[in-house]
């Protein structure tokens, strides 16, 4: 079973930066990605990385914004810039051993194994 611990979040004012980390058991292999689910709304894709080829998903809301990135300690960031009010939601990581095209990157029905979440809240 993979295991998965996320960090990072907090308060920041629009404009701000963060980066949020997840230390991950199992990384080669794998689909991992960060999903966000604001208050009221479905649990959304916002950064996804395919271990197996190097594959990157980005939600458009966040292009430009937001670098998916890992390290050689199983750990995977968040870089997010330009952060803006709708960023605003409960961040989780998750990770799934199963290939994945492109399309279902993003669709957190696809992910077995997940982190708890950390609150990033953005202030106008």
């Known amino acids: 079973e993979v295991q998965l611990q996320a960090s990072g979040g907090g308060l920041v004012q629009a404009g701000g930066s963060l980066r949020l980390s997840c230390a991950v058991s199992?990384?080669?292999?794998?689909?991992i990605g960060w999903f966000r689910q604001a208050p009221g709304k479905e649990r959304e894709g916002v950064a996804c990385?395919?271990?197996?080829?190097?594959?990157t998903y980005y939600a458009d809301s966040v292009k430009g914004r937001f670098t998916i990135s890992g390290d050689i300690k199983n750990v995977l960031y968040l870089q997010m810039n330009s952060l803006k009010p709708e960023d605003t939601g409960v961040y989780f990581c998750?990770?799934?051993?199963?290939?994945?095209?492109?399309?279902?990157?993003?669709?957190?029905?696809?992910?077995?194994?997940w982190g708890q979440g950390t609150q990033v809240t953005v202030s106008s």
């Open positions: 990385i395919s271990t197996y080829d190097g594959t």
């Open positions: 998750a990770a799934d051993p199963r290939r994945k095209i492109l399309s279902a990157m993003s669709d957190a029905n696809e992910y077995a194994y």
């Open positions: 199992a990384f080669d292999d794998y689909a």
